[in-house]
């Protein structure tokens, strides 16, 4: 029963997740400690193992709870069954299209190689854009929504190609019904009044590339001339996110082992106007940005004092929202999202600039990952399959791991470059994870708490 559950403490608040059902508990330290013992049959070793320390009644009292908690389904939850879907071929629900192999900034930690991911730098035409969204339309059976991601490098030094396939998808939802969700993903250097007004018009999401203070972002993101690029880009998604009301985008930076405390550049974020934010571990092998496993102790220690900051925040009517503490602890996603979750190399590929598939954009340029291309479609019939069943109940290292239905794996890319196969994470961001995972469980679950508190008694 015990790789059925995970009970942390963070401050003096003690939780109890029950792995299998995602249902999460705030408990007492006495509860918190009798589940080194319970099993769910053995409440007599519980009484014998912690009368000395608990009274025998609150003991009783809280065995009932804890039987009523796996009467319920919360507790001790059967183990998920792999839906039977994944033996099937998967449908393609998104393309991620790589509109610029090239890239007007030089950012000190980016995986692809400053936008020419390993080649030359060029940009899409319009034909292939095209053609891509013609394959999705093609392999995705009955499916409604589909999703384009326009990426690069930076998309921006592209927009002929982004405005030709905008047109063309938009006349493809008329001809077949579908609806497609359109996303462009920017450095905000190019981002003028007529590119923020044409954005507008096409419904077309953003996501903001900044690294939160001046400092440390004009230090990790300059131009091609070595030039700070911070005051240039706050000023165009400042109008960018004014135009559309503070809605349909959202700003992702990157931390390295140069901002630690990078609880500061989420904050100053915040404090520059922007509502909605996200802050990633780097991701680098033989680096010195990037982190190893004596780096853990300080990252953790900042994710508590990010968690302080995010509650007090939110206490003080001046909240905001950080894209890891968002978590529905109700209705967590199905379960194939639980077990395999971004679809990449099955229902989700990028597109290089010449055509060719790959699994995701961070594979874009590693030569054995290449599937086909939007003209032939998926050539290498074996890697798909091989992405598919490479859900968290096929990695050794996954199924026994309490987060194992949050993460759903990890990333594959970052399994790749470290290990060289999907299917062994990188050990480093699992930590990290599993880290950030606690403090989002801790953070959505006092707030819900104070929210049910704050409510009136009927």
């Given at each position: 029963?015990?790789?059925?559950?995970?009970?942390?403490?963070?401050?003096?608040?003690?939780?109890?997740?029950?792995?299998?059902?995602?249902?999460?508990?705030?408990?007492?330290?006495?509860?918190?400690?009798?589940?080194?013992?319970?099993?769910?049959?053995?409440?007599?070793?519980?009484?014998?193992?912690?009368?000395?320390?608990?009274?025998?009644?609150?003991?009783?009292?809280?065995?009932?709870?804890?039987?009523?908690?796996?009467?319920?389904?919360?507790?001790?939850?059967?183990?998920?069954?792999?839906?039977?879907?994944?033996?099937?071929?998967?449908?393609?629900?998104?393309?991620?299209?790589?509109?610029?192999?090239?890239?007007?900034?030089?950012?000190?930690?980016?995986?692809?190689?400053?936008?020419?991911?390993?080649g030359e730098r060029a940009v899409m035409s319009p034909?292939?854009?095209?053609?891509?969204?013609?394959?999705?339309?093609?392999?995705?059976?009955?499916?409604?929504?589909?999703?384009?991601?326009?990426?690069?490098?930076?998309?921006?030094?592209?927009m002929r190609t982004v405005k030709a396939v905008t047109?063309?998808?938009?006349?493809?939802?008329?001809?077949?019904?579908?609806?497609?969700?359109?996303?462009?993903?920017?450095?905000?250097?190019?981002?003028?009044?007529?590119?923020?007004?044409?954005?507008?018009?096409?419904?077309?999401?953003?996501?903001?590339?900044?690294?939160?203070?001046?400092?440390?972002?004009?230090?990790?993101?300059?131009?091609?001339?070595?030039?700070?690029?911070?005051?240039?880009?706050?000023?165009?998604?400042?109008?960018?996110?004014?135009?559309?009301?503070?809605?349909?985008?959202?700003?992702?930076?990157?931390?390295?082992?140069?901002?630690?405390?990078?609880?500061?550049?989420?904050?100053?974020?915040?404090?520059?106007?922007?509502?909605?934010?996200?802050?990633?571990?780097?991701?680098?092998?033989?680096?010195?940005?990037?982190?190893?496993?004596?780096?853990?102790?300080?990252?953790?220690?900042?994710?508590?004092?990010?968690?302080?900051?995010?509650?007090?925040?939110?206490?003080?009517?001046?909240?905001?929202?950080?894209?890891?503490?968002?978590?529905?602890?109700?209705?967590?996603?199905?379960?194939?999202?639980?077990?395999?979750?971004?679809?990449?190399?099955?229902?989700?590929?990028?597109?290089?600039?010449?055509?060719?598939?790959?699994?995701?954009?961070?594979?874009?340029?590693?030569?054995?990952?290449?599937?086909?291309n939007v003209y032939d479609g998926v050539q290498d019939?074996?890697?798909?399959?091989?992405?598919?069943?490479?859900?968290?109940?096929?990695?050794?290292?996954?199924?026994?791991?309490?987060?194992?239905?949050?993460?759903?794996?990890?990333?594959?890319?970052?399994?790749?470059?470290?290990?060289?196969?999907?299917?062994?994470?990188?050990?480093?961001?699992?930590?990290?994870?599993?880290?950030?995972?606690?403090?989002?469980?801790?953070?959505?679950?006092?707030?819900?708490?104070?929210?049910?508190?704050?409510?009136?008694?009927?």
């Amino acid at each position: 029963m015990k790789d059925r559950i995970h009970k942390f403490r963070q401050g003096d608040t003690y939780i109890l997740l029950d792995i299998n059902s995602g249902a999460v508990h705030v408990i007492d330290r006495m509860i918190y400690d009798m589940m080194d013992i319970f099993q769910g049959d053995n409440d007599e070793e519980v009484t014998a193992a912690l009368r000395s320390d608990y009274r025998e009644k609150d003991l009783q009292e809280a065995l009932g709870e804890l039987h009523s908690l796996m009467d319920a389904g919360q507790l001790f939850a059967p183990d998920i069954d792999v839906p039977p879907t994944f033996r099937q071929e998967g449908l393609v629900k998104s393309l991620c299209l790589m509109v610029a192999q090239d890239c007007n900034l030089r950012c000190r930690y980016c995986f692809g190689d400053a936008g020419s991911y390993g080649g030359e730098r060029a940009v899409m035409s319009p034909e292939v854009g095209r053609a891509a969204v013609d394959y999705l339309i093609s392999r995705c059976g009955q499916r409604k929504h589909c999703e384009i991601d326009f990426f690069g490098g930076e998309p921006l030094m592209n927009m002929r190609t982004v405005k030709a396939v905008t047109e063309y998808v938009r006349q493809k939802e008329k001809e077949t019904g579908k609806s497609f969700k359109l996303t462009l993903t920017t450095n905000g250097v190019l981002l003028d009044d007529p590119t923020i007004l044409w954005l507008n018009e096409n419904r077309i999401s953003v996501v903001l590339s900044v690294d939160g203070r001046k400092e440390v972002h004009d230090r990790m993101r300059p131009d091609a001339g070595g030039n700070g690029t911070y005051d240039r880009v706050i000023r165009n998604f400042r109008k960018l996110v004014d135009s559309r009301d503070g809605k349909n985008y959202y700003m992702r930076g990157t931390y390295t082992k140069e901002n630690l405390d990078f609880t500061e550049d989420v904050l100053a974020m915040k404090d520059a106007g922007f509502d909605i934010l996200s802050v990633e571990p780097v991701v680098l092998k033989d680096n010195p940005l990037g982190f190893t496993e004596e780096d853990l102790p300080r990252i953790y220690a900042e994710y508590d004092r990010l968690t302080e900051a995010y509650l007090r925040r939110h206490r003080e009517g001046r909240g905001f929202f950080f894209f890891h503490f968002n978590m529905d602890l109700s209705n967590g996603p199905c379960v194939a999202k639980r077990l395999a979750g971004c679809g990449a190399g099955h229902e989700y590929y990028a597109v290089a600039e010449n055509g060719d598939l790959y699994p995701c954009h961070q594979f874009v340029g590693r030569k054995k990952y290449k599937l086909g291309n939007v003209y032939d479609g998926v050539q290498d019939t074996e890697l798909p399959r091989y992405f598919r069943e490479s859900h968290v109940l096929n990695k050794e290292t996954c199924k026994d791991c309490w987060a194992r239905f949050f993460c759903s794996g990890g990333c594959h890319a970052n399994a790749d470059l470290f290990h060289g196969d999907i299917r062994k994470p990188y050990e480093v961001g699992c930590e990290i994870q599993k880290k950030r995972l606690e403090c989002a469980i801790l953070v959505q679950a006092l707030l819900a708490l104070e929210s049910m508190e704050g409510q009136p008694e009927t």
